[in-house]
């Protein structure tokens, strides 16, 4: 009887891309384990939400907020029957938002948006292994051509000294994100066509005031893309997203990377410190508020780029066995959260008609 063998992939980053690929390979291989890997405490990246304190002290238990991604499913599309499934058009002040947060003055067009069906995104197989709280710190190929992965795991809020490092070997690795893509596979010859794809990021910045000012608040272009005052229940906020220019101080000051190319994970200390920059920003740009708390979160542009002309919504070395996708590449003008989708889809169709090599679980 010949040995049986399982094919196993390592997929980096647990955002929509992550997840999508995660769940289409071990639905199309049962048998063989997928081992997610995520910086955050749980999966979701930008259609997920968290509480934005922190953990940070609060003047009142009744002004907690919770910070939904949902910019994530905002998009332009040609008309409105090239609409996603259960998108919905947006319209009057509701689309001047939506228009600003995606850095855009004027469009022709649909401005829609889709909101993640929690099922489909989180429901993941019984074959995919995931490892939450875990930077992947290193890519290096082993002489029998597979890759060994090296990942360090993050404390724990409740051992904050269990941080460790780890490794592991696969066959094949998804990188779903794209500031992961550009450290981990520097050296390789995945590394001249990933400058091809552009990414541009950009911060949200939220903050709690103790006395909230009346009306709505207007920064400056050079400080926010869209700057609004909302008021919840129990307290206020004033919540935007920085400019191109803006984003470009914060980065200089607080690199998205590391020398080595890996990316800097966004502890507290990383949220406190881009919320400072901001903070003095809005005192730069003459608007007098006082600031009870302050968060930030980076992510990417809401319109994804993929500057790759007439190629695939992704990259795929079928040699190295080594692909990357995820919302920097456009698909069809889709939003981000359809793009991401599409982009990891057509990727492991890719793997799928590759070869597969022979691996032995580990």
């Known amino acids: 009887m010949s040995p049986s063998y399982t094919y196993t992939t390592a997929v980096i980053g647990g955002g929509i891309a992550g997840i999508t690929a995660s769940r289409l390979l071990g639905l199309a291989n049962r048998s063989s384990p997928v081992l997610l890997f995520d910086r955050g405490n749980k999966l979701g990246g930008r259609a997920s939400e ?16 919770t910070w ?4 994530q499913g905002i998009g332009l599309y040609p008309d409105a029957s090239r609409l996603p499934r259960g998108a919905r058009p947006l319209e009057g002040s509701s689309r001047r938002e939506a228009m600003a947060l995606l850095g855009r003055g004027s469009v022709d067009g649909v401005v829609a948006e889709s909101t993640p069906s929690p099922v489909e995104l989180f429901e993941l ?3 995919v292994d ?12 082993t002489p029998e051509e597979r890759w060994r992965v090296t990942f360090e795991r993050s404390p724990s809020p409740s051992s904050p000294s269990s941080s460790s490092s780890s490794t592991t070997v696969v066959d094949q690795v998804v990188i779903a994100d794209w500031t992961a893509a550009t450290g981990l596979l520097r050296g390789t010859a995945m590394a001249d066509r990933l400058q091809g794809v552009s ?7 939220l903050a709690r005031l103790r006395d909230a000012p009346a009306g709505d608040l207007h920064a400056p272009a050079g400080a926010f893309s869209m700057l609004k005052l909302r008021r919840e229940p129990g307290g206020s906020y004033v919540c ?21 190319g890996l990316v800097t994970p966004q502890t507290p200390a990383y ?17 007098d508020i006082d600031i009870e708390m302050s968060w930030s979160h980076r992510w990417g542009r809401a319109l994804p780029v993929n500057a790759i002309q007439g190629g695939e919504p992704f990259l795929y070395d079928e040699r190295l066995g080594v692909g990357v996708c995820g919302d920097m590449f456009c698909v069809d ?19 799928g008609a590759a070869p597969r090599r022979r691996s032995s679980r580990l």
């Open 50 to 65: 968290r509480r934005v304190d922190d953990g940070e002290p609060s003047s009142s238990s009744s002004s907690s907020f």
């Open 68 to 71: 939904h991604y949902g910019y």
């Open 125 to 127: 197989p019984d074959g």
């Open 130 to 141: 995931v490892h939450a709280r875990c930077n992947v710190v290193g890519l290096q190929r």
């Open 199 to 205: 990414y541009r990021p950009m911060f949200a910045y």
């Open 240 to 260: 935007g997203y920085t400019s191109p220019e803006m984003t470009a101080r914060i980065l200089h000051e607080l690199p998205m990377a590391d020398r080595r």
């Open 271 to 287: 949220r406190r410190a881009v919320a400072a920059i901001l903070d003095g920003a809005l005192v730069d740009v003459g608007i």
């Open 333 to 351: 003008g889709a939003a981000p959260f359809d793009s991401a989708r599409a982009s990891a889809a057509a990727l492991v169709d890719a793997i």
